[in-house]
């Protein structure tokens, strides 16, 4: 099982990243995925989610409105779309797989995200 994610990086306040999430090593389409992150000195939070076939997605609060998470199942790619970002936004950002509510691996190394003006 191996997840890679990328594009993150250094962005003013108001800009916009799209995060990938590359996926192997297991049957991608079968799987809900999420993204989650970890701020400086807090605990690591959940984002979004999505279902396995694309067709649910929830968000968490803080982001609603900002962010949209999507999937890929023909490139096993999970994307993460955050618009309007805000400081409160720059963390590590990490995706898991998860089945019937069991994550699969461990996490990754996960890709930086820092907003400041």
């Known amino acids: 099982v191996q997840l890679v994610e990328s594009g993150g990086g250094f962005m003013q306040p108001g800009g916009s990243l799209r995060l990938s999430c590359a996926a192997s090593?297991?049957?991608?389409?079968?799987?809900?995925m999420s993204w989650y992150r970890q701020a400086p000195g807090k605990e690591r939070e959940l984002v979004a989610s999505i279902t396995s076939t694309g067709g649910s997605t929830n968000y968490a609060d803080s982001v609603k409105g900002r962010f949209t998470i999507s999937r890929d199942n023909a490139k096993n790619t999970v994307y993460l779309q955050m618009n309007s970002l805000e400081p409160a936004d720059t963390a590590v950002y990490y995706c898991?797989?998860?089945?019937?509510?069991?994550?699969?691996?461990?996490w990754g190394q996960g890709t930086q995200v820092a907003v400041s003006s």
């Open positions: 898991r797989a998860a089945r019937f509510g069991v994550m699969l691996g461990s």
């Open positions: 090593g297991f049957t991608f389409s079968m799987y809900d």
